[in-house]
């Protein structure tokens, strides 16, 4: 949650500073400011959008080489003026930006207090700006940076901040723990953000921060240590990202851009790693890890979310083809449990973001249980990517709207890749069949693509069920976590309540939610279960529910049973998953925009979740 932002250099800092938050605004939206260091501290701070606090600073003097700015998704206190960040330390010779949870912050609160420190916000982070700034003030010899590491030794939680004292003017103190923080290398001067894609205009070197880093920004050098004043080894990486990404293009919105970026992406993920012949599926950043996954006693697959529901997916197909068994965990449930696991296991952790902290905590449990832990994730030098035995890109490439589309279908895609792979090796699958789905694989983009030309059609049905205040997804097999994930999306973003369940058990409850009110979305493209779900619908009719089926094309018996059809391309059903969610997340999108919801920045989330 949160984007920070940073810079340090010869340019002036303001304009750079809001480029960058509206970029990071993502990340969180309730409020945003920033501080310059120019002769004196300057911070500009509003309850909003970016561009709120850019208007009230534009009258002010936002000149300076140096500064630090912040977009916040609201933890400690309710969104306002007085809890924006940057905060201040009561004598304002500190300022700091903050993405995390300081846990121990009440008594580190009451402790100042009694040293007659005194509070303007609600915020956890004002504790921390008041806690560097007792450290600060305790010797003459201390300064800002001995300060934040003597503060940050006494913190308990997660972290990445960026701090600015108003007396040391050619300085920015960075750290990190639990929450991404990377520096961009220019000449003469310094970039820091939340991740990479702010500062990809202005450089392509940049260090990634691990936790308990502590960064020295100057205009003249740079110095990484630890909290513990240990010198740290400093590893530079590149970062490959096209600024045409960055932007809507020809779309009103980033949500409709990466639904239609689909096809693309999907590609771009299987590239390179499907044999022309489609004889082999090669995954290099699991080669050396393969042989533990081939024995491997039992496979978990984690995630949060969306990543949840393509979990399930791969669990089906991991023990449909692989004959492995799989567990499918929330990691925010794994992490506090006491799981069994040893050696033999495997874990999978999947994040976009590769920042997620409940999955990043479920890794760090699994390695120290002595698993082989592998990462599926969407962003190259996240901390996933960085602390897995191996791992595999999905090439989604950098998504902006808050909620997941094409990572969705990117972790679809690598998990697919791995189930076949595993199976072919493992020779739990008939050659003639590997083969088919592999070749199946290769041509989803171009359905993908032919499932896009019926937007204006889902366009219309949106607009007839907008108003719904309830809705029900039902799906069977590969095709429940579809409805689960299609479900996800409509509550997302244009906040009406809706249930994704698998199809046999509507009558075991949700039934009763059914009258000529309730949209009722059926995932029913043909499979082994078609006729079962077509009595499902008939159930569903009976009682007066309009039904909105998805459909292989050419399927005329329940076009004339259902109230609204949407047609996709007939596929293998294992692979019907990454087609008919298409649908269902243009419907969801219509009907936000139909309510009057902004579907890039719904209420109350955000794209990162760095924080529990």
Known sequence: MCGIVGYIGKK??????????????????DSAGVALLNGSL????????????????????????????????????????????????MNNVFTVVHNGIIENYAKLKTDLVKHSYTFKSDTDTEVLANLIDFFYHQDEGINSEMAVQLALSKVVGAYGIAVLCKNEKNKIVVARKGSPLVVGLGDGEYFIASDAAPIAEYTGQVVYLNDEDIAILQRDGFTLKNVS?????????????????????????????????QPKT????????????????????????????????????????????????GEYML??????????????????????????????????????????????????????????????????ARETDAGVYTHAGVEIGVASTKAFTAQVTVLTMIA????????????????????????????????????????????????????????????FPVALEGALKLKEISYIHAEGYAAGEMKHGPIALV???????????????????????????????????????????????????????????????????IPLQL????????????VDQPRNLAKSVTVE
């Open 12 to 29: 002036e800092a303001f304009p750079i500073l809001i480029k960058g938050l509206k970029w990071l605004e993502y990340r969180g939206y």
């Open 42 to 89: 300057e911070v500009y701070k509003k309850k909003g959008k970016v561009i709120e606090m850019e208007q009230f600073a534009l009258s002010k003097n936002h000149s300076g080489t140096i500064g630090i700015g912040h977009t916040r998704w609201a933890t400690h206190g309710e969104p306002s003026d007085e809890n924006a960040h940057p905060q201040n330390s």
């Open 229 to 261: 004043n240990n010198p740290v080894s400093l590893k530079i990486s590149s970062i490959d990202l096209e600024i045409g990404e960055l932007d809507k293009g020809d779309f009103d919105y980033f949500m409709m851009k990466e639904i239609y970026e």
């Open 266 to 313: 999907i590609e771009e993920t299987f590239r390179g790693r499907l044999r022309a012949d489609h004889s082999e599926i090669v995954l290099g950043g699991l080669l050396n890890v393969f042989p533990k996954i081939e024995e491997a006693r039992r496979i978990i697959i984690i995630g949060c979310g969306t990543s949840w529901h393509a979990a399930l997916i």
């Open 319 to 384: 023990e449909e083809y692989a004959q492995v068994p799989v567990e499918v965990e929330y990691a925010s449930e794994f992490r506090y449990r006491k799981p069994v696991i040893n050696s033999k296991d495997v874990v999978i952790l999947i994040s976009q973001s590769g920042e997620t902290a409940d999955t990043l905590a479920a890794l760090h449990l699994a390695k120290a249980k002595g698993a082989t832990v592998i990462g599926i994730c969407n962003v190259v030098g996240s901390t996933l």
């Open 420 to 479: 076949l792979k595993l199976a072919n090796t493992k020779g739990t699958i008939d050659i003639k069949e590997y083969q088919t789905l592999v070749k199946e694989l290769s041509e989803i983009p171009e359905k993908g693509r032919i499932i896009l030309q019926s937007n204006d059609k889902i366009k219309a049905i949106a607009e007839k069920y907008h108003k719904a205040i309830n809705a029900l997804y039902l799906g069977r097999g590969y095709l």
């Open 515 to 581: 009258d000529d009110n309730l949209p009722v979305v059926v995932v029913a493209p043909q499979d082994d279960y078609y006729e079962k779900i077509v009595s499902n619908i008939q159930e569903i009719k009976a009682r007066k529910g309009n039904v909105i089926a998805i459909v292989t094309e050419g399927d005329t018996g329940l076009k004339e049973l259902a109230n609204d059809v949407i047609e996709i391309p007939k596929s293998h059903p294992a692979l019907a998953v990454l087609l008919s969610v």
């Open 587 to 598: 419907l969801a999108y219509h009907i936000a925009l139909f309510k009057g919801c902004n």
